[in-house]
């Protein structure tokens, strides 16, 4: 099948194609991650609304996941969508695994493909896969309801906090847990304005964790996980941490 080859979109009877192209790494040499599989998907998927997008300060746009990234967004690197779901698919039952260590979910930017993501879900039964996504998703819309569904179905989707308010904003969805970004020099647990617990992610103070060990963005939870922002364009993405860039 060709990389950029459609797959049929059978609930909406449709052969609408999705673009995304997606790198699976089946064991990964991410030591924050541990050697689990780990997906990465091209930089289309990335909305707007991301504070992080566009040298906003995201993680992923230095180093080498940049330049592997640049790869899977160039279609040097990864499959069509189709043919990733079929690697999902083939994981061993009960496998740990993150989807997009760089990416989003499938749709061009702040659209959110809720039939691609059904597929995903599909593909990952049995699996323990969980993802992140920034994609803006508004109270009561069929893409709340995708994540929703997504998350009942063994498929966790965190939504992804810019800083502590925006977290409690997700949280009010109530339609999957939830993560966000900490100034920079975090290193404590901490919570919301609205009193939620954020957890500090324990593989960004420990060098005896990664999410092979830990697996707490794949459980449904309503302690929220705080990642201190990180990178080579930290400051920046303190900057949105601290709430400044609203
Ligand atoms: S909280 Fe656990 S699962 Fe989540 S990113 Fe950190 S180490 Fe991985």
Redo the contacts with the bound molecule.
């Keep these: 099948m060709n990389a950029l080859s459609p797959i049929r979109h059978d609930i909406l009877n449709t052969t609408a194609p999705v673009m995304a192209q997606t790198h699976l790494t089946l064991k990964s040499g991410n030591v924050k991650?541990g050697p689990i599989p780990v997906s990465t998907t091209t930089a289309d998927t990335c909305p707007a609304a991301c504070p992080f997008n566009n040298k906003g300060g995201c993680y992923a746009a230095g180093g080498p996941l940049a330049i592997h990234w640049r790869k899977v967004t160039e279609n040097k690197a990864g499959k069509a969508y189709a043919d990733f779901l079929r690697d999902v698919a083939a994981l061993p039952d009960g496998q740990l695994w993150r989807h997009n260590q760089a990416g989003d979910l499938a749709g061009q930017g702040d659209t959110l493909d809720t039939v691609a993501l059904g597929q995903l879900v599909t593909a990952n039964r049995g699996k323990r896969g969980f993802t992140y996504t920034h994609k803006p998703i508004a109270a009561g819309s069929h893409e709340a309801a995708a994540i929703a569904r997504a998350n009942a179905s063994g498929f966790t989707v965190n939504l992804s906090g810019n800083d502590l308010a925006h977290a409690d904003r997700l949280a009010d969805l109530a339609i999957g847990p939830v993560v966000v970004v900490l100034p920079a020099d975090a290193t404590e647990n901490t919570v919301t304005p609205q009193g939620r617990k954020v957890v500090i992610?324990?593989?960004t103070q420990r060098d005896d964790?990664?999410?092979a060990t830990?697996?707490?963005?794949?459980l449904q939870r309503l302690a929220i996980?705080g990642f201190p922002a990180h990178g080579a364009s930290k400051r920046k993405a303190e900057t949105v941490a601290k709430g400044a860039a609203h």
């Design positions: 991650t992610c324990p593989a964790v990664s999410c830990c697996g707490l963005c794949a996980v």
